[in-house]
């Protein structure tokens, strides 16, 4: 169990995708992805295993929540800044978390 000030430490944010890139040197199949997350945050990029249901082109406009805060990670020779949420579907495979409807950049999860 976790307190809810540790739930608070974790900056979960809504970020729009500009940008979505295949990323064949990853070694599972991903996609390189950029965020929007407005003024405060800026833009961010990551890479994610998400292509058994997404494809570049579709991905672009997209919001979807990400977790900001997180140190930089080195995918490759890709730096991913933000981790990009998903839940699995039956088959195990990602699928991409994001408001029901258009929200304000940068909004944090409560």
Do not use: C
């Not at 974790?10 to 295949?22: D, K, L, Q, Y």
């Not at 833009?43 to 672009?60: C, G």
């Not at 979807?64 to 930089?72: G, H, K, S, T």
């Not at 949420?85 to 994001?98: K, N, S, T, Y």
Request: glycine fraction near 10%; hydrophobic fraction near 40%; charge should be neutral.
């Amino acid at each position: 169990m976790i307190g809810y000030s540790d739930f608070e430490k974790v900056e979960i944010r809504v970020g729009r995708i500009t940008r979505a890139e295949p990323f064949p040197e990853a070694r599972r199949p991903a996609i390189k992805l950029w965020l929007d997350f407005g003024p405060q945050i800026g833009e961010r990029k990551s890479s994610a295993q998400i292509t058994r249901h997404y494809t570049p082109d579709e991905l672009v406009g997209r919001q979807v929540l990400a977790v900001v805060n997180f140190p930089p990670r080195q995918i490759g020779p890709f730096m991913s800044e933000v981790l990009v949420l998903g839940v699995p579907d039956a088959e195990g495979e990602v699928v991409l978390i994001g408001p029901g409807q258009d929200v304000p950049l940068g909004g944090k999860l409560y």
